[in-house]
């Protein structure tokens, strides 16, 4: 391990072709072309350490790079991008304690959950990436540091706070006050000098491809929840959050720069079926996005003043996309409550023999093996009776019949691995533990 500066003031730069300069005073080339000029005399790459092995070797650089190659490099064993990393594996550990205090096992194993999120994140990196290519972007080194500072202290707040779009938009309202009132030395002038514009832009992209994450890996690993609502009465309903790891390359003045930033959404489901949830919540994620960018665009190349607009939602429009979906949703009619008969299914664990079945949360069950079932103490006795073979006869969501059948192998759990409902009353699951913390009225 060392510590290296490598100055390349006379190296030829790749800056050249037309550029653009926006209300935020940014300079972007419309399409990075090989040019004469030169950049400017400072260290372009900070090396704070390297590893070889076999001949093979990965250095990791601050700065900007020359080669797109060198910058996934660098990429792959950034601090940020480690930390990125970390974030998307404590949701999945914070998620298992959690269902192991309440229901005394975990509903999904995280591996699996983890490299989704991870290759999900990853497509989506790559995807804006290659957007992003044919632009020179005024992005600095200092400015993804404020970035992930703010980030991360939202975060210790709340993990679905952790989000680039609201850092960006705290850390461009201030950028724009500052070169407003004429900053005097100190810490506004570092923050002046913070591309507000393209920092919003790569945000608005970043929520662009969040549609894409949030329809894909949106409702994968959600967790059951008991939310006690109005006049004292505990529903059923489900927590979705994510948070995904986006590694970006983005084409600077200086050359290829890594930017792995993370992407957050969270939203609580109490009246619909979570299939429906996921694709409603990822349309408004896909208006939030266009909205950004569009004001985005508009403020660079158009009124200035749209700016600061732009600053603004991507703050508020971010938050109004969980604080909304929650007021609605606490007064919809809720969908995981006790049936009238049999047992509406709250939960359904992974790799179990309901899964297998093609259970859905939603669903009510009313007989097995053509007795009916009011509660999991007769679903067990059912079964009992009947240990070879398990035949089901449920409702889904809609209202519609259907059949589910299997057998009854050695191992299987003694209730196929369902959740119920809670009981409106005393917010109880099937075996008459305690829900979990209520996920409504506080924030989750």
């Not at 006050?177 to 000098?193: F, N, Q």
């Not at 992407?263 to 429906?276: H, K, T, W």
């Not at 049999?342 to 009510?364: C, N, Q």
Request: glycine share 12%; charged share 20%.
């Amino acid at each position: 391990m060392h510590i290296e500066i490598h100055h390349e003031g006379s190296t030829p730069g790749k800056s050249g072709g037309r550029s653009l300069r926006g209300g935020d005073g940014a300079v972007r080339n419309v399409r990075r072309s090989a040019g004469d000029g030169q950049l400017p005399d400072h260290p372009t790459r900070l090396c704070l350490w390297d590893f070889s092995y076999g001949g093979i070797g990965v250095e990791f650089s601050l700065m900007a790079s020359e080669h797109p190659l060198t910058a996934v490099k660098s990429l792959l064993v950034h601090p940020f991008w480690l930390v990125a990393l970390l974030l998307a594996a404590w949701q999945y550990a914070w998620k298992n304690i959690r269902e192991q205090q309440t229901w005394g096992s975990r509903l999904s194993p995280p591996t699996p959950l983890f490299l989704r999120t991870l290759l999900v994140g990853c497509v989506a990196g790559g995807l804006i990436s290659l957007s992003v290519s044919f632009f020179t972007l005024d992005l600095k080194p200092g400015d993804l540091i404020r970035v992930w500072i703010v980030t991360l202290v939202l975060g210790t707040f709340n993990l679905r706070l952790a989000c680039t779009g609201i850092a960006v938009g705290i850390l461009s309202l201030l950028s724009l006050t500052a070169r407003g009132i004429g900053a005097k030395p100190g810490i506004l002038p570092d923050l002046s000098v913070f591309s507000a514009g393209d920092w919003l832009f790569l945000a608005g992209l970043l929520h662009l491809a969040e549609w894409f994450m949030v329809r894909l890996d949106g409702g994968a690993g959600m967790m059951p929840i008991t939310v006690k609502v109005a006049h004292g009465r505990w529903v059923g309903g489900h927590l979705m959050r994510k948070i995904w790891p986006v590694p970006l390359l983005a084409a600077t003045p200086a050359g290829w720069l890594p930017v792995p930033l993370v992407s957050g959404f969270a939203r609580v489901n109490l009246s619909i079926s979570p299939e429906q949830q996921r694709r409603r919540s990822s349309s408004l994620v896909l208006v939030y996005g266009v909205g950004l960018t569009i004001l985005t665009l508009s403020g660079v190349y158009g009124m200035p003043v749209l700016l600061w607009a732009a600053a603004v939602y991507a703050i508020l429009g971010h938050e109004a996309l969980y604080w909304v979906g929650r007021y609605r949703e606490i007064r919809r009619p809720p969908l995981f409550t006790p049936a009238e008969r049999g047992i509406k299914v709250l939960a359904v664990l992974s790799a179990s023999p309901a899964e297998e079945m093609g259970i859905r949360p939603g669903d009510t069950l009313l007989r097995v093996n053509g007795e009916e079932t009011d509660s999991m103490d007769e679903v067990k006795r059912a079964l009992q009776k009947s240990p070879a073979f398990s035949k089901l006869e449920l409702l889904d969501e809609h209202g519609d019949p259907k059949l589910a059948q299997r057998p009854v192998y050695e191992g299987d759990p003694s209730d196929l691995g369902l959740v119920k409902a809670p009981d409106p009353v005393a917010g109880k699951d099937a075996e008459g533990a305690p829900g979990p913390e209520p996920a409504v009225g506080r924030t989750v």
